[in-house]
Every structure is written in structure tokens, then in C-alpha cells.
């Protein structure tokens, strides 16, 4: 699975009730392809290219990312390290867990 099917298939993964009254929006920038996840009052769409005002914005390389999802490299350390770029961390960690990225 490639990083851009990962993140088209976050809506079928992401709990609902976990979701409920947020709203944000994620711009991904993995290896120059870009997605946007857009979550809103519990349901998440996902569209190919930047959409909207992001309040996160992810750049990695496929492999980095696809590892981090995996588990097959600590996301602390990709982080530190560069091999992922993360402009609002704690946006993220709002919902890695609901998203299946952690």
C-alpha cells in the first residue's frame, strides 16, 4: 500500500464517534503528491491536491510515512530526524489514532 491509497482509505477507518463536533483540515505532501483530509463534525472526506486553510501540514517521502504507519519507524524519531515534517504536531495527535497513522 502506497502512502496516497493509505490516506484515501482514512475515511473507512476513522471512528465516527471519536470525530464528533471537530473540525479540521490536513494538507499531505508525501514524495510531491498531495491530499487533503478535511474532517468535519465527525466525518472525514479526503480529496486529491490542497483544499482549504490547512491547520496541519504533513511532507514526508512514502517509504518515511508508510514506516511510521506501519511501525516500523518510531514517529518521535522521524520527526526529530526530518524524515517527517510536521508544521503542528499536536493536530496531529489529535487524531493519528482515529486516522490509523499511529
Given at each position: 500500500m502506497t502512502a496516497k491509497e493509505f490516506l484515501l482509505s482514512i475515511p473507512e477507518k476513522a471512528k465516527g464517534e471519536s470525530l464528533e463536533g471537530?473540525?479540521?483540515?490536513?494538507?499531505?505532501?508525501?514524495?510531491?503528491?498531495?491530499?487533503?483530509?478535511?474532517?468535519?463534525d465527525g466525518k472525514v472526506n479526503v480529496l486529491e491536491g490542497l483544499d482549504g486553510d490547512p491547520k496541519c501540514v504533513i511532507k514526508s517521502t512514502n517509504d518515511n510515512f508508510m514506516g511510521v504507519v506501519n511501525g516500523d519507524i518510531n514517529p518521535t524519531m522521524a520527526v526529530l530526524t526530518g524524515k517527517i515534517k510536521i508544521n503542528n504536531p499536536t493536530e496531529l495527535i489529535k487524531y493519528a489514532k482515529s486516522f490509523g497513522i499511529m
Open positions: 471537530m473540525d479540521t483540515v490536513f494538507h499531505f505532501d508525501i514524495d510531491g503528491e498531495e491530499v487533503s483530509v478535511k474532517v468535519e
